[in-house]
Protein backbone atom coordinates (compact mmCIF):
# COMPACT_ATOMS: atom_id res chain seq x y z
CA UNK A 1 0.00 0.00 0.00
CA UNK A 2 2.78 2.08 0.73
CA UNK A 3 4.50 1.42 -2.68
CA UNK A 4 1.51 2.22 -4.39
CA UNK A 5 0.57 5.39 -2.41
CA UNK A 6 3.98 6.77 -3.91
CA UNK A 7 3.06 5.50 -7.35
CA UNK A 8 0.47 7.56 -7.27
CA UNK A 9 1.76 10.90 -6.77
CA UNK A 10 4.60 10.34 -8.47
CA UNK A 11 2.53 9.28 -12.09
CA UNK A 12 -0.25 11.12 -11.79
CA UNK A 13 -1.49 12.64 -15.29
CA UNK A 14 1.68 10.42 -16.95
CA UNK A 15 0.38 9.18 -20.95
CA UNK A 16 1.28 5.67 -21.85
CA UNK A 17 3.74 5.83 -24.83
CA UNK A 18 4.27 1.81 -25.13
CA UNK A 19 3.62 -0.74 -23.55
CA UNK A 20 6.31 -4.27 -24.49
CA UNK A 21 8.05 -7.09 -22.95
CA UNK A 22 11.33 -8.23 -23.92
CA UNK A 23 11.98 -10.63 -20.63
CA UNK A 24 10.05 -13.56 -19.39
CA UNK A 25 7.29 -12.35 -17.12
CA UNK A 26 8.26 -8.93 -17.15
CA UNK A 27 6.27 -5.78 -18.50
CA UNK A 28 7.25 -2.58 -19.35
CA UNK A 29 5.39 0.80 -19.38
CA UNK A 30 6.83 3.67 -21.05
CA UNK A 31 5.50 7.37 -19.88
CA UNK A 32 5.46 10.29 -20.68
CA UNK A 33 4.20 13.74 -19.29
CA UNK A 34 4.93 17.12 -20.70
CA UNK A 35 8.77 16.68 -21.23
CA UNK A 36 9.04 14.18 -18.65
CA UNK A 37 9.64 10.55 -18.93
CA UNK A 38 9.51 7.22 -17.06
CA UNK A 39 9.29 3.43 -16.75
CA UNK A 40 7.28 1.25 -14.96
CA UNK A 41 8.08 -2.57 -15.00
CA UNK A 42 5.75 -5.02 -13.59
CA UNK A 43 7.16 -8.59 -12.53
CA UNK A 44 4.59 -11.49 -12.81
CA UNK A 45 7.15 -14.27 -12.05
CA UNK A 46 5.39 -15.96 -9.08
CA UNK A 47 8.59 -16.12 -7.16
CA UNK A 48 9.43 -12.60 -7.31
CA UNK A 49 6.10 -10.09 -8.45
CA UNK A 50 6.45 -6.85 -8.01
CA UNK A 51 5.54 -3.31 -9.25
CA UNK A 52 8.48 -0.38 -9.50
CA UNK A 53 9.52 2.92 -11.40
CA UNK A 54 12.66 3.36 -13.33
CA UNK A 55 13.47 6.49 -14.58
CA UNK A 56 16.10 4.96 -17.23
CA UNK A 57 15.82 1.99 -19.79
CA UNK A 58 16.21 0.93 -22.81
CA UNK A 59 14.19 -1.10 -24.92
CA UNK A 60 16.06 -3.68 -26.97
CA UNK A 61 15.88 -3.41 -31.01
CA UNK A 62 14.42 -7.15 -31.87
CA UNK A 63 12.72 -9.94 -29.58
CA UNK A 64 10.16 -7.55 -27.82
CA UNK A 65 6.69 -8.21 -28.01
CA UNK A 66 3.63 -5.19 -27.65
CA UNK A 67 0.80 -5.46 -25.30
CA UNK A 68 -2.69 -2.99 -24.89
CA UNK A 69 -2.26 -1.46 -28.14
CA UNK A 70 -5.84 0.19 -26.81
CA UNK A 71 -4.09 2.10 -24.17
CA UNK A 72 -1.32 3.70 -25.42
CA UNK A 73 -1.73 7.12 -25.46
CA UNK A 74 -4.14 6.87 -22.21
CA UNK A 75 -3.74 8.93 -18.92
CA UNK A 76 -2.74 7.56 -15.59
CA UNK A 77 -5.26 9.29 -13.27
CA UNK A 78 -4.49 6.84 -10.29
CA UNK A 79 -3.36 3.93 -8.66
CA UNK A 80 -4.82 2.01 -6.08
CA UNK A 81 -4.50 -1.07 -4.20
CA UNK A 82 -7.59 -3.41 -2.98
CA UNK A 83 -8.05 -2.80 1.04
CA UNK A 84 -7.93 -6.46 1.89
CA UNK A 85 -6.34 -8.22 -1.36
CA UNK A 86 -3.11 -7.57 -3.49
CA UNK A 87 -4.27 -6.53 -6.34
CA UNK A 88 -3.30 -2.78 -7.81
CA UNK A 89 -5.78 -0.93 -10.10
CA UNK A 90 -4.06 1.60 -12.33
CA UNK A 91 -7.39 3.38 -13.74
CA UNK A 92 -6.86 5.31 -17.19
CA UNK A 93 -8.73 7.88 -19.04
CA UNK A 94 -10.92 5.31 -20.53
CA UNK A 95 -10.48 1.55 -19.25
CA UNK A 96 -8.43 0.32 -16.10
CA UNK A 97 -5.17 -2.18 -16.05
CA UNK A 98 -5.30 -4.51 -13.20
CA UNK A 99 -2.28 -5.81 -11.80
CA UNK A 100 -3.28 -9.36 -9.72
CA UNK A 101 -0.32 -11.02 -7.47
CA UNK A 102 -1.95 -14.10 -6.98
CA UNK A 103 0.87 -17.14 -7.18
CA UNK A 104 1.00 -18.95 -10.00
CA UNK A 105 -1.94 -16.98 -11.32
CA UNK A 106 -0.11 -13.23 -11.18
CA UNK A 107 -1.10 -11.64 -14.26
CA UNK A 108 -1.42 -8.03 -16.06
CA UNK A 109 -5.52 -8.15 -17.14
CA UNK A 110 -6.57 -4.36 -19.58
CA UNK A 111 -10.01 -3.87 -18.93
CA UNK A 112 -10.54 -1.01 -21.22
CA UNK A 113 -14.00 0.68 -22.35
CA UNK A 114 -15.29 -1.93 -24.38
CA UNK A 115 -15.48 -5.79 -24.21
CA UNK A 116 -11.63 -6.66 -25.14
CA UNK A 117 -10.32 -7.77 -22.06
CA UNK A 118 -6.91 -8.89 -22.86
CA UNK A 119 -4.11 -10.46 -20.19
CA UNK A 120 -0.28 -10.64 -20.15
CA UNK A 121 -0.45 -13.90 -19.17
CA UNK A 122 -2.41 -16.25 -21.72
CA UNK A 123 -6.36 -16.71 -19.99
CA UNK A 124 -9.04 -17.75 -21.27
CA UNK A 125 -12.01 -15.48 -22.07
CA UNK A 126 -14.53 -16.02 -19.66
CA UNK A 127 -11.83 -16.21 -16.62
CA UNK A 128 -10.77 -12.66 -17.68
CA UNK A 129 -14.63 -11.80 -17.57
CA UNK A 130 -15.18 -13.63 -14.13
CA UNK A 131 -11.77 -11.84 -12.92
CA UNK A 132 -12.78 -8.44 -13.69
CA UNK A 133 -16.09 -8.56 -11.92
CA UNK A 134 -14.35 -9.87 -9.19
CA UNK A 135 -11.95 -7.06 -9.06
CA UNK A 136 -14.79 -4.57 -9.52
CA UNK A 137 -16.12 -5.51 -6.27
CA UNK A 138 -13.24 -4.87 -4.53
CA UNK A 139 -12.40 -1.06 -2.48
CA UNK A 140 -9.56 0.67 -3.66
CA UNK A 141 -7.43 3.04 -2.24
CA UNK A 142 -5.06 5.50 -3.78
CA UNK A 143 -3.42 6.89 0.02
CA UNK A 144 -1.50 4.75 2.91
CA UNK A 145 -4.59 3.78 5.11
CA UNK A 146 -3.84 1.24 7.65
CA UNK A 147 -7.35 -1.28 7.77
CA UNK A 148 -9.40 -2.04 10.62
CA UNK A 149 -9.01 -5.79 11.12
CA UNK A 150 -12.09 -7.27 12.93
CA UNK A 151 -10.44 -9.04 15.32
CA UNK A 152 -11.61 -10.49 19.11
CA UNK A 153 -8.96 -9.92 21.39
CA UNK A 154 -6.94 -12.62 21.43
CA UNK A 155 -8.89 -15.08 20.24
CA UNK A 156 -7.80 -15.92 16.95
CA UNK A 157 -4.71 -17.47 16.20
CA UNK A 158 -1.58 -16.28 14.79
CA UNK A 159 -1.66 -18.70 12.22
CA UNK A 160 -5.26 -18.04 10.90
CA UNK A 161 -4.46 -14.04 10.21
CA UNK A 162 -2.62 -15.03 6.91
CA UNK A 163 -6.39 -16.62 5.65
CA UNK A 164 -8.57 -14.26 6.79
CA UNK A 165 -6.38 -11.11 5.69
CA UNK A 166 -4.94 -11.99 2.27
CA UNK A 167 -2.82 -8.76 2.42
CA UNK A 168 -0.98 -9.72 5.52
CA UNK A 169 2.04 -11.04 4.45
CA UNK A 170 4.54 -13.86 5.38
CA UNK A 171 7.00 -11.47 7.01
CA UNK A 172 4.18 -9.50 9.18
CA UNK A 173 3.08 -13.02 10.20
CA UNK A 174 6.72 -14.08 11.25
CA UNK A 175 7.58 -10.32 12.98
CA UNK A 176 4.25 -11.06 14.89
CA UNK A 177 5.76 -13.93 16.00
CA UNK A 178 8.75 -12.16 16.76
CA UNK A 179 7.09 -9.46 18.90
CA UNK A 180 5.03 -11.87 20.81
CA UNK A 181 7.62 -14.28 21.90
CA UNK A 182 10.46 -11.24 23.00
CA UNK A 183 7.10 -9.59 24.99
CA UNK A 184 7.35 -11.26 28.32
CA UNK A 185 3.78 -10.30 29.49
CA UNK A 186 0.81 -11.11 27.70
CA UNK A 187 0.70 -8.93 24.23
CA UNK A 188 -2.52 -8.03 22.69
CA UNK A 189 -2.38 -9.36 18.96
CA UNK A 190 -4.50 -6.27 17.50
CA UNK A 191 -2.05 -3.69 19.27
CA UNK A 192 0.55 -5.46 17.87
CA UNK A 193 -0.43 -5.93 14.63
CA UNK A 194 -1.60 -1.73 14.23
CA UNK A 195 1.83 -1.19 15.42
CA UNK A 196 3.33 -3.51 12.63
CA UNK A 197 1.07 -1.45 10.24
CA UNK A 198 2.12 2.10 11.48
CA UNK A 199 5.93 1.34 11.33
CA UNK A 200 5.08 0.06 7.51
CA UNK A 201 3.40 3.02 6.98
CA UNK A 202 5.77 5.56 8.53
CA UNK A 203 9.19 4.25 9.25
CA UNK A 204 11.62 4.42 7.33
CA UNK A 205 12.44 1.30 4.62
CA UNK A 206 15.62 -0.71 4.88
CA UNK A 207 16.82 -3.23 2.64
CA UNK A 208 18.65 -6.09 4.81
CA UNK A 209 21.51 -8.00 3.31
CA UNK A 210 22.28 -11.74 4.61
CA UNK A 211 25.33 -12.05 3.05
CA UNK A 212 26.31 -15.88 4.76
CA UNK A 213 22.97 -17.41 2.92
CA UNK A 214 22.99 -14.74 0.61
CA UNK A 215 19.96 -13.63 0.95
CA UNK A 216 18.09 -10.40 0.75
CA UNK A 217 14.95 -8.74 2.43
CA UNK A 218 12.98 -5.59 2.37
CA UNK A 219 11.15 -4.30 5.19
CA UNK A 220 10.50 -1.15 7.70
CA UNK A 221 13.88 -0.01 9.24
CA UNK A 222 12.72 -1.24 12.60
CA UNK A 223 11.48 -5.12 12.10
CA UNK A 224 12.72 -6.87 14.56
CA UNK A 225 13.21 -10.07 12.81
CA UNK A 226 16.54 -8.46 10.84
CA UNK A 227 17.97 -6.46 13.33
CA UNK A 228 20.95 -8.57 13.11
CA UNK A 229 21.39 -7.97 9.56
CA UNK A 230 23.35 -5.55 7.80
CA UNK A 231 20.77 -2.63 6.31
CA UNK A 232 20.77 0.49 4.30
CA UNK A 233 17.67 2.89 5.03
CA UNK A 234 16.02 4.78 2.21
CA UNK A 235 12.49 7.33 2.49
CA UNK A 236 11.17 6.15 -0.45
CA UNK A 237 9.42 2.82 -0.98
CA UNK A 238 10.41 2.98 -4.49
CA UNK A 239 14.13 3.65 -4.23
CA UNK A 240 13.78 1.09 -1.44
CA UNK A 241 12.37 -1.78 -4.06
CA UNK A 242 14.88 -1.10 -6.52
CA UNK A 243 17.67 -1.52 -4.63
CA UNK A 244 16.00 -4.60 -3.19
CA UNK A 245 15.55 -6.06 -6.60
CA UNK A 246 19.09 -5.04 -7.55
CA UNK A 247 20.56 -6.81 -5.15
CA UNK A 248 18.50 -9.53 -5.03
CA UNK A 249 19.41 -10.14 -8.72
CA UNK A 250 22.92 -9.88 -7.75
CA UNK A 251 22.54 -12.24 -5.41
CA UNK A 252 20.36 -14.44 -7.74
CA UNK A 253 23.45 -14.49 -10.24
CA UNK A 254 26.29 -15.71 -7.42
CA UNK A 255 23.53 -18.44 -6.21
CA UNK A 256 23.70 -19.41 -9.87
CA UNK A 257 27.13 -19.18 -10.82
CA UNK A 258 28.05 -21.05 -7.39
CA UNK A 259 25.47 -23.67 -9.09
CA UNK A 260 27.13 -24.33 -12.18
CA UNK A 261 30.73 -24.26 -10.78
CA UNK A 262 29.72 -26.42 -7.95
CA UNK A 263 28.12 -28.69 -10.45
CA UNK A 264 30.83 -28.95 -12.94
CA UNK A 265 33.73 -29.75 -10.44
CA UNK A 266 31.54 -32.47 -9.04
CA UNK A 267 31.48 -33.78 -12.53
CA UNK A 268 35.05 -33.35 -12.93
CA UNK A 269 36.03 -34.35 -9.77
CA UNK A 270 34.18 -37.85 -9.88
CA UNK A 271 35.78 -38.32 -13.40
CA UNK A 272 39.24 -37.79 -12.57
CA UNK A 273 38.97 -40.25 -9.62
CA UNK A 274 37.72 -43.09 -11.39
CA UNK A 275 40.54 -41.85 -13.63
CA UNK A 276 43.06 -42.47 -10.81
CA UNK A 277 41.33 -45.39 -9.65
CA UNK A 278 42.30 -46.94 -12.69
CA UNK A 279 46.08 -45.95 -13.03
CA UNK A 280 46.53 -47.01 -9.58
CA UNK A 281 45.29 -50.31 -10.50
CA UNK A 282 47.79 -50.67 -13.33
CA UNK A 283 50.60 -48.91 -11.48
CA UNK A 284 50.02 -51.68 -8.75
CA UNK A 285 49.87 -54.48 -11.47
CA UNK A 286 53.00 -53.31 -12.34
CA UNK A 287 55.25 -53.74 -16.18
CA UNK A 288 55.53 -57.30 -18.04
CA UNK A 289 58.58 -55.35 -19.98
CA UNK A 290 61.07 -58.00 -18.10
CA UNK A 291 58.87 -61.21 -18.61
CA UNK A 292 58.26 -59.72 -22.32
CA UNK A 293 62.42 -59.36 -22.76
CA UNK A 294 62.70 -63.06 -21.26
CA UNK A 295 60.25 -64.08 -24.02
CA UNK A 296 62.29 -62.46 -26.51
CA UNK A 297 65.70 -63.58 -25.40
CA UNK A 298 64.37 -67.04 -25.16
CA UNK A 299 63.69 -66.96 -28.46
CA UNK A 300 66.30 -66.08 -29.92
CA UNK A 301 68.61 -68.61 -27.81
CA UNK A 302 66.36 -71.11 -29.63
CA UNK A 303 66.22 -69.54 -32.77
CA UNK A 304 66.84 -72.73 -35.28
CA UNK A 305 65.25 -74.98 -32.75
CA UNK A 306 62.02 -73.72 -33.29
CA UNK A 307 59.74 -74.60 -36.40
CA UNK A 308 57.93 -72.04 -38.13
CA UNK A 309 54.01 -71.53 -38.56
CA UNK A 310 53.52 -72.60 -35.42
CA UNK A 311 51.04 -70.87 -31.92
CA UNK A 312 52.96 -71.90 -29.15
CA UNK A 313 56.42 -73.55 -28.09
CA UNK A 314 57.60 -74.69 -25.32
CA UNK A 315 61.42 -74.43 -24.36
CA UNK A 316 63.67 -74.47 -21.02
CA UNK A 317 63.71 -71.56 -19.32
CA UNK A 318 67.31 -70.55 -18.66
CA UNK A 319 66.92 -67.90 -16.42
CA UNK A 320 65.26 -70.40 -13.90
CA UNK A 321 66.92 -73.46 -13.69
CA UNK A 322 65.84 -74.66 -17.14
CA UNK A 323 62.21 -75.23 -16.35
CA UNK A 324 60.28 -75.74 -19.30
CA UNK A 325 58.25 -72.37 -19.95
CA UNK A 326 55.61 -71.92 -23.06
CA UNK A 327 55.41 -69.49 -25.07
CA UNK A 328 52.91 -67.73 -27.25
CA UNK A 329 54.00 -67.09 -31.09
CA UNK A 330 52.13 -65.19 -33.95
CA UNK A 331 52.74 -68.04 -37.07
CA UNK A 332 51.92 -65.51 -39.42
CA UNK A 333 55.51 -64.01 -38.22
CA UNK A 334 58.81 -65.61 -38.32
CA UNK A 335 60.58 -66.93 -35.45
CA UNK A 336 63.26 -63.70 -35.73
CA UNK A 337 59.90 -61.28 -36.57
CA UNK A 338 58.02 -62.88 -32.93
CA UNK A 339 61.44 -62.29 -31.23
CA UNK A 340 61.28 -58.53 -31.68
CA UNK A 341 57.68 -58.53 -31.13
CA UNK A 342 58.38 -59.22 -27.91
CA UNK A 343 61.04 -56.76 -27.33
CA UNK A 344 58.66 -54.00 -28.90
CA UNK A 345 55.88 -54.80 -26.38
CA UNK A 346 58.60 -54.65 -23.18
CA UNK A 347 59.57 -51.46 -24.57
CA UNK A 348 56.13 -50.12 -25.05
CA UNK A 349 54.89 -51.74 -21.56
CA UNK A 350 57.68 -50.02 -19.62
CA UNK A 351 56.32 -46.40 -21.64
CA UNK A 352 53.01 -47.01 -20.70
CA UNK A 353 53.97 -47.38 -16.89
CA UNK A 354 56.02 -44.44 -17.34
CA UNK A 355 53.26 -42.69 -18.67
CA UNK A 356 50.86 -43.96 -15.99
CA UNK A 357 52.83 -42.82 -13.35
CA UNK A 358 53.48 -39.13 -14.53
CA UNK A 359 49.89 -38.98 -15.81
CA UNK A 360 48.74 -40.14 -12.03
CA UNK A 361 50.95 -37.24 -10.82
CA UNK A 362 49.53 -34.62 -13.05
CA UNK A 363 45.72 -35.84 -12.31
CA UNK A 364 46.48 -35.94 -8.75
CA UNK A 365 47.64 -32.30 -8.70
CA UNK A 366 44.80 -30.96 -10.96
CA UNK A 367 42.07 -33.36 -8.29
CA UNK A 368 44.03 -31.25 -5.55
CA UNK A 369 43.64 -28.04 -7.16
CA UNK A 370 39.72 -28.63 -8.15
CA UNK A 371 39.18 -29.97 -4.78
CA UNK A 372 40.69 -26.93 -3.21
CA UNK A 373 38.86 -24.42 -5.42
CA UNK A 374 35.47 -26.46 -4.21
CA UNK A 375 36.25 -26.15 -0.87
CA UNK A 376 36.06 -22.26 -1.34
CA UNK A 377 33.16 -21.61 -3.57
CA UNK A 378 30.80 -21.09 -0.36
CA UNK A 379 32.90 -18.20 0.17
CA UNK A 380 33.31 -16.64 -2.97
CA UNK A 381 30.63 -13.28 -2.46
CA UNK A 382 31.90 -11.49 -5.76
CA UNK A 383 30.21 -11.92 -8.87
CA UNK A 384 33.48 -10.92 -11.15
CA UNK A 385 35.61 -13.75 -9.04
CA UNK A 386 33.05 -16.42 -9.79
CA UNK A 387 33.13 -15.09 -13.76
CA UNK A 388 36.52 -15.33 -14.13
CA UNK A 389 36.53 -18.58 -12.01
CA UNK A 390 34.19 -19.61 -14.75
CA UNK A 391 35.98 -18.94 -17.78
CA UNK A 392 39.34 -20.54 -16.32
CA UNK A 393 37.28 -23.92 -15.64
CA UNK A 394 36.00 -23.48 -19.59
CA UNK A 395 32.05 -23.43 -17.96
CA UNK A 396 29.73 -22.44 -21.09
CA UNK A 397 27.07 -20.10 -20.10
CA UNK A 398 24.93 -18.58 -22.25
CA UNK A 399 26.95 -15.60 -21.42
CA UNK A 400 29.85 -17.19 -22.98
CA UNK A 401 27.90 -18.55 -25.89
CA UNK A 402 27.05 -15.34 -27.14
CA UNK A 403 29.94 -14.33 -26.49
CA UNK A 404 31.43 -17.20 -28.72
CA UNK A 405 29.18 -16.23 -31.54
CA UNK A 406 30.40 -12.96 -31.65
CA UNK A 407 34.12 -14.35 -32.14
CA UNK A 408 32.82 -16.49 -35.18
CA UNK A 409 31.40 -14.01 -36.83
CA UNK A 410 34.31 -11.97 -37.26
CA UNK A 411 35.82 -15.40 -39.06
CA UNK A 412 33.27 -14.99 -41.71
CA UNK A 413 32.88 -12.45 -44.63
CA UNK A 414 30.18 -9.94 -43.64
CA UNK A 415 27.56 -8.25 -45.81
CA UNK A 416 24.30 -6.65 -45.72
CA UNK A 417 21.38 -6.91 -48.00
CA UNK A 418 18.81 -3.97 -48.43
CA UNK A 419 20.77 -2.21 -44.98
CA UNK A 420 18.51 -5.01 -42.84
CA UNK A 421 19.48 -8.67 -43.60
CA UNK A 422 22.60 -10.00 -42.50
CA UNK A 423 24.52 -12.64 -45.31
CA UNK A 424 27.87 -14.54 -43.90
CA UNK A 425 30.48 -15.99 -45.64
CA UNK A 426 33.04 -18.63 -45.27
CA UNK A 427 36.50 -17.90 -45.93
CA UNK A 428 37.90 -21.60 -46.79
CA UNK A 429 36.83 -24.81 -46.06
CA UNK A 430 37.15 -24.68 -42.28
CA UNK A 431 35.18 -21.51 -41.90
CA UNK A 432 32.81 -23.07 -44.23
CA UNK A 433 32.50 -26.22 -42.00
CA UNK A 434 32.45 -23.56 -38.89
CA UNK A 435 29.93 -21.39 -40.45
CA UNK A 436 27.36 -24.56 -41.39
CA UNK A 437 27.88 -26.37 -38.32
CA UNK A 438 28.40 -24.09 -35.44
CA UNK A 439 26.93 -20.70 -36.78
CA UNK A 440 24.10 -20.65 -38.98
CA UNK A 441 20.54 -21.85 -37.24
CA UNK A 442 17.97 -24.47 -38.17
CA UNK A 443 16.25 -21.19 -39.64
CA UNK A 444 18.73 -19.38 -41.40
CA UNK A 445 19.11 -19.79 -45.57
CA UNK A 446 22.08 -21.94 -46.53
CA UNK A 447 23.80 -21.18 -49.97
CA UNK A 448 26.31 -22.89 -52.24
CA UNK A 449 26.98 -22.77 -55.64
CA UNK A 450 26.13 -25.95 -57.83
CA UNK A 451 28.46 -28.61 -58.84
CA UNK A 452 31.42 -26.32 -58.65
CA UNK A 453 33.91 -25.60 -55.23
CA UNK A 454 32.92 -21.98 -53.41
CA UNK A 455 32.43 -20.73 -50.14
CA UNK A 456 29.54 -21.76 -47.89
CA UNK A 457 26.90 -18.44 -47.54
CA UNK A 458 24.16 -18.08 -44.89
CA UNK A 459 21.49 -15.66 -44.46
CA UNK A 460 20.40 -15.28 -41.29
CA UNK A 461 16.79 -15.34 -40.38
CA UNK A 462 15.96 -13.04 -37.01
CA UNK A 463 12.71 -13.13 -36.95
CA UNK A 464 11.15 -17.17 -37.88
CA UNK A 465 7.58 -15.60 -38.95
CA UNK A 466 9.09 -12.95 -41.22
CA UNK A 467 8.85 -14.15 -44.82
CA UNK A 468 12.15 -13.46 -46.52
CA UNK A 469 11.73 -11.32 -49.82
CA UNK A 470 12.54 -13.74 -52.88
CA UNK A 471 14.98 -10.71 -53.98
CA UNK A 472 16.76 -10.75 -51.36
CA UNK A 473 17.19 -14.73 -51.62
CA UNK A 474 18.35 -14.34 -55.11
CA UNK A 475 21.19 -11.66 -53.78
CA UNK A 476 22.04 -13.65 -51.17
CA UNK A 477 22.79 -16.48 -54.01
CA UNK A 478 24.67 -14.19 -56.49
CA UNK A 479 27.10 -13.43 -53.42
CA UNK A 480 27.76 -17.53 -53.02
CA UNK A 481 27.97 -17.68 -56.90
CA UNK A 482 30.55 -14.60 -57.04
CA UNK A 483 32.65 -16.72 -54.55
CA UNK A 484 33.23 -19.99 -56.31
CA UNK A 485 34.84 -21.15 -59.21
CA UNK A 486 31.50 -19.83 -61.03
CA UNK A 487 32.65 -16.04 -60.62
CA UNK A 488 33.43 -15.61 -64.09
CA UNK A 489 30.02 -17.34 -65.60
CA UNK A 490 27.43 -15.49 -67.10
CA UNK A 491 24.69 -16.85 -65.47
CA UNK A 492 25.36 -19.86 -62.43
CA UNK A 493 23.00 -22.09 -60.67
CA UNK A 494 23.23 -22.18 -56.72
CA UNK A 495 21.63 -24.23 -54.39
CA UNK A 496 19.72 -22.79 -50.96
CA UNK A 497 17.64 -24.49 -48.88
CA UNK A 498 16.95 -23.97 -44.86
CA UNK A 499 20.24 -25.01 -42.52
CA UNK A 500 18.39 -27.82 -41.13
CA UNK A 501 18.59 -29.37 -44.08
CA UNK A 502 22.49 -29.21 -44.79
CA UNK A 503 24.25 -32.26 -42.67
CA UNK A 504 27.94 -32.87 -42.27
CA UNK A 505 28.37 -36.64 -42.62
CA UNK A 506 31.43 -38.71 -40.87
CA UNK A 507 34.13 -38.99 -42.52
CA UNK A 508 32.89 -36.00 -45.36
CA UNK A 509 35.94 -34.03 -46.18
CA UNK A 510 36.36 -30.31 -44.63
CA UNK A 511 34.04 -28.05 -45.95
CA UNK A 512 31.88 -30.70 -47.91
CA UNK A 513 27.94 -31.08 -46.94
CA UNK A 514 25.09 -32.77 -48.08
CA UNK A 515 21.48 -31.62 -48.92
CA UNK A 516 18.53 -33.41 -47.67
CA UNK A 517 16.38 -30.80 -50.10
CA UNK A 518 17.01 -28.10 -52.05
CA UNK A 519 15.61 -25.01 -54.64
CA UNK A 520 18.06 -23.87 -57.17
CA UNK A 521 18.31 -20.06 -58.12
CA UNK A 522 19.81 -19.01 -61.38
CA UNK A 523 22.03 -15.96 -61.07
CA UNK A 524 24.80 -13.70 -62.02
CA UNK A 525 27.76 -13.99 -59.96
CA UNK A 526 28.41 -10.39 -58.52
CA UNK A 527 27.70 -8.33 -55.31
CA UNK A 528 24.66 -6.86 -56.41
CA UNK A 529 23.01 -3.51 -55.94
CA UNK A 530 21.63 -3.12 -52.42
CA UNK A 531 24.80 -5.71 -50.94
CA UNK A 532 27.12 -3.75 -49.15
CA UNK A 533 30.07 -5.56 -47.92
CA UNK A 534 30.57 -4.83 -44.13
CA UNK A 535 33.76 -6.55 -42.87
CA UNK A 536 37.05 -9.26 -43.36
CA UNK A 537 38.36 -9.22 -40.01
Known amino acids: MRLTSELNEVLNAFRI ?21 CFVELSVDPGLPYITLKKEFHRAKKNTIDFFNEAIGKT ?83 ALLRK ?67 K ?18 YLVNIQNKKKLITKHLEKELSRIANKLNNLSALIAQ ?31 DVYRSNEPIEIKLDKKLSVQKNAGKYFKLAKNDKIKLEKAKEQYQDLQQVFERLKSIAEKIPDIDDNEKLFKLMKE ?19 FKQYLIDGKYKLFVGKDSRSNDLL ?47 HSKSRTSGLAPVSFTRKKYVVKKKGMEPGMAALLKEEVLLVKPEIPAGVEFVTND
Not at 222 to 230: M, N, P, V, W
Request: charged share 25%.
Open 232 to 249: TEFNSSIDALNHYLSKSY
Open 286 to 316: GSKADEYEKYANLILINLNRIPKNISTIEIE
Open 17 to 37: SKIYSQEKNKLMFELYRNHEQ
Open 76 to 158: ISAIEIALYDRIIRISLSEGQIYFCIRGKYTNVIFNPEGENISSFKKEEDSVLKNLIEEFNAFNYAATFSIPSLELAENTIEI
Open 393 to 411: LKIKTAAFKGETKEKLENK
Open 436 to 482: TTKFARPNDYWFHARSVSGSHAVLKVENVKEEIPKNVLKKAAAVAAY
Open 164 to 230: KYSFIGKDIIVELERRTTETASSINILNAINEILVSIKQDKVAVFMDTQNEEAYIAPSLFKIYKSLD
